[in-house]
């Protein structure tokens, strides 16, 4: 068995010049790797390579990879991600990580673009007003997941509504409503986040169904778990395709 042909070029398309070390200290795993992640899997399906690489990043926040983060972040541009995409996906990963899990990735993203050549900071992307990102996030939950989320910020239980209304404000009003990725972007990567963290089966089955009801449908979600598993492995890609054959029940 060797490394094939194509997936050498997919390889050579995403690193222009690289010689990986692992070449020579681990040619028996890069050749099983790279001949499954970069050919085998890459051309199961017709998913575009920059939405590939949206998820790509989006499930190595949800996993904490790291190290992985900071070594697709180049190969990502090179598939037509942009500078703002890679921001994007990290902001609205504090969200659903929490930012004692995205500050690392943050730190990362700054250095990789910056050494990249791109300029920082990148143009706003804010849409919202303190004044206005409650009505504006409550439009946001509406257009996403249907006129059920009307109100919502003022449900629940009084000791603890005031983190239905963050919900609305914060994680719709400030994230949602910003500009650089669309709202079927947007649901896409936060699966991938979901998906990516674990224990988090209710609100994954929840945002499939978003998914689901803007235009990413199951074909897509599965496609979208297919090209992540090499990133994510088996069990966790598993239970995102479980949570997704439930969502489709539920539609």
């Known amino acids: 068995m060797s490394i094939t042909k194509v ?4 390889h050579e398309k995403m690193f222009p010049g ?4 692992f070449l020579e200290t681990d040619y028996e795993f890069i050749e099983r790797f790279d001949n499954f992640a970069f050919d085998e899997v890459v051309n199961h399906d017709d998913l575009d390579g920059k939405t590939r690489f949206l998820a790509i990043l989006a499930t190595l926040l949800g996993c904490q990879g790291i190290d992985e983060f ?12 942009t500078p703002v995409e890679v921001k994007e996906i990290v902001y609205q990963a504090v969200a659903y990580l929490g930012i004692g899990r995205v500050f690392p990735f943050l730190k990362a993203a700054n250095e990789v673009l910056m050494a990249q050549g791109v300029e920082l900071p990148l143009p706003g992307q804010a849409a919202t007003t303190t004044e206005n990102r409650l009505e504006a996030g409550e439009k946001a939950q509406m257009d996403i997941m249907g006129e059920g ?3 919502f910020w003022k449900s629940g239980p009084e000791e603890s509504r005031h983190i239905n209304t963050w919900l609305t404000d914060n994680c719709f009003g400030d994230y949602y409503t910003r500009t650089g990725l669309t709202y079927q972007q947007r649901e896409m990567i936060t699966f991938c986040f979901l998906s990516a963290q674990g224990g988090c089966e209710p609100q994954l089955i929840s945002h499939a169904g978003a998914n689901m009801r803007i235009g990413n449908d199951k074909a897509f979600l599965i ?7 090499p990133y994510l492995g088996y069990p966790r ?4 395709l479980r949570c997704v054959n439930e969502a489709a029940k539920e539609t």
């Open 70 to 81: 900071r070594a697709m972040i180049p190969a990502a541009l090179n598939f037509g991600v």
């Open 237 to 240: 890609s598993l239970n995102a």
């Open 223 to 229: 496609k979208i778990i297919s090209q992540c598993i």
């Open 7 to 10: 997936s050498k070029e997919y």
């Open 149 to 151: 989320m009307k109100n």
């Open 18 to 21: 690289y010689h990986s070390r």
